[in-house]
C-alpha cells in the first residue's frame, strides 16, 4: 500500500507550519482557523500597530533631531562666549558637550530609549548647572527649553511604546 502523505498546513499570513487542528498560528497569532470577523478583527489590528509604529518613530525622529539642535546650540554658544568673554575654557567645554550630544543623536538611531533618557539628563543637568552658575540663564531661551524637554520627554515615550509592543 501506498502511504498517504499529507502536507503540512502552513500559515497564510507568515508561512510557518501549524497543525491541521490548530485554530492560531503559534508565531504571528493569525486566526487560520477562525471566522472571518476573526480574521478580519486580525488585520485591523495589524493596521492599527503599523501606525502606531510609525507614529511612534516620528517622534523618536523628533526627539533625534531636537539634539542634533541642542549640539548646535551647544556649539554656537561656546563660541559667542569665546569671543565675548576670550575665555577658551567655555568653548572647550561647549564643544565636548556638543560632541557628546551629537553622539547621543547618532546612537538614538539604534539604542532610542537609552540614548534619548541620557540626552535628556544631560540637557536637565546642564539646565541646573547653569542655573546655579547664573540664575537668569533659567529664564532664557525658556520657550526653547520647554520645546526640547517635550521633544525628548514624547520620544522617550514612543521610544518605550516600541519597546513594549
Known amino acids: 500500500m501506498e502511504d498517504l502523505l499529507i502536507a503540512p498546513k502552513t500559515c497564510s499570513q507568515c508561512n510557518s507550519e501549524i497543525q491541521l487542528v490548530q485554530k492560531y498560528c503559534n508565531d504571528c497569532g493569525y486566526p487560520e482557523g ?20 510609525a507614529e511612534a518613530s516620528s517622534q523618536i525622529k523628533k526627539a533625534r533631531n531636537s539634539i542634533f539642535v541642542v549640539a548646535a546650540i551647544a556649539f554656537l554658544s561656546g563660541i559667542y562666549y569665546y569671543f565675548k568673554l576670550e575665555d577658551s575654557s567655555i568653548l572647550i567645554v561647549n564643544t565636548i558637550l556638543s560632541l557628546c550630544y551629537l553622539l547621543l543623536g547618532f546612537w538614538s538611531q539604534k539604542r532610542p530609549l537609552v540614548a534619548l533618557i541620557l540626552a535628556l539628563l544631560v540637557y536637565l543637568t546642564t539646565i541646573v548647572i547653569n ?28 521610544a518605550l511604546q516600541l519597546r513594549n509592543a
Open 131 to 158: 542655573g546655579l552658575l547664573d540664575p537668569t540663564t533659567i529664564y532664557k531661551g525658556i520657550l526653547i527649553k520647554i520645546f526640547i524637554l517635550g521633544y525628548l520627554s514624547k520620544g522617550i515615550n514612543s
Open 34 to 53: 477562525g471566522t472571518e470577523q476573526e480574521q478580519s478583527g486580525f488585520h485591523a489590528k495589524q493596521v492599527i500597530k503599523k501606525r502606531e509604529q
